[in-house]
């Protein structure tokens, strides 16, 4: 299946520091990537759709100032959390589609935990 | 009423047994289906999809979709210890960009 490389995999910052997470799409173009944000044993929660080369597009309660989206190429889109403080600790993961049989089919990155002290 | 219910378990079976996974979705207009694997603290990794009704056999995975009842399934036969995770059922109508997720059944196999 297609990869998607997601960057760092862990990572601790001070509040009210700014931390950028990467998602690359290694084998193949992703015109279309999708930020998520999980809590402990709960479902993946959609906070962002991001199209290469325009705004991205926010679920509805997602502070867009302080989620940070940018796909400025094919390959690679960026979450930056802003500002950020203990409540933004939590799971972020994203992900990319790729046709297959009609359909776009969702590839994940390996998650970044977030921590914020 | 969510779109989209998924039993959250926890469930627990031993080595071997047959798991049964399920969801319901509300929305008739969900064409593509596809069910998830997510061990701890990983991204989830896509297990199978189908858009059609009846079955789909990949190795001891088996997905069903009966759209007439808005019921889908995934089967796991002579289940293994490292079959242990959070399975999410997910899908989208034609057309669609974002999926909507079942909110996960955790599965334990054990020994």
């Known amino acids: 299946g297609a990869v998607v490389s997601q960057h760092p995999s862990r990572v601790i910052c001070k509040s009210g520091t700014s931390v950028k997470i990467e998602c690359r799409s290694l084998?193949?173009?992703?015109?279309?990537m999708f930020w998520y944000r999980q809590f402990p044993k709960q479902s993946l929660m959609l906070m962002a759709t991001?199209?290469?080369?325009?705004?991205?597009?926010?679920e509805q309660g997602v502070e867009k100032d302080k989620f940070l989206i940018n796909h400025a190429s094919l390959t690679l889109s960026t979450l930056t959390v802003t500002s950020a403080h203990p409540e933004d600790s939590s799971f972020y993961i994203c992900?990319?589609?790729?046709?297959?049989?009609?359909?776009?089919?969702?590839?994940f990155g390996q998650g970044t935990r977030l921590t914020v002290v | 009423q969510k779109e989209v219910e998924q039993d959250p378990g926890p469930l627990s079976v031993p080595e071997g047994a047959i798991v049964s996974l399920n969801c319901t979705y509300s929305n008739s207009a969900f064409q593509y289906f596809m069910w998830y694997r997510q061990y701890s603290r990983k991204g989830p990794e896509l297990l199978m999809y189908?858009?059609?009704?009846g079955n789909k056999e990949d190795g001891r995975f088996t997905a069903q979709v009966d759209k007439s009842s808005k019921y889908i399934s995934l089967f796991i036969r002579d289940s293994q210890p490292s079959d242990s995770a959070t399975y999410l059922c997910?899908?989208?109508?034609?057309?669609?960009?974002?999926?909507?997720f079942g909110q996960g059944t955790r599965l334990t196999i054990n020994p």
């Open positions: 189908t858009y059609s009704s």
């Open positions: 997910a899908m989208n109508p034609p057309g669609a960009q974002k999926l909507v």
């Open positions: 991001s199209n290469e080369g325009s705004k991205a597009t926010y």
């Open positions: 084998d193949f173009q992703a015109t279309t």
């Open positions: 992900s990319a589609r790729v046709w297959l049989e009609m359909n776009t089919e969702a590839f």
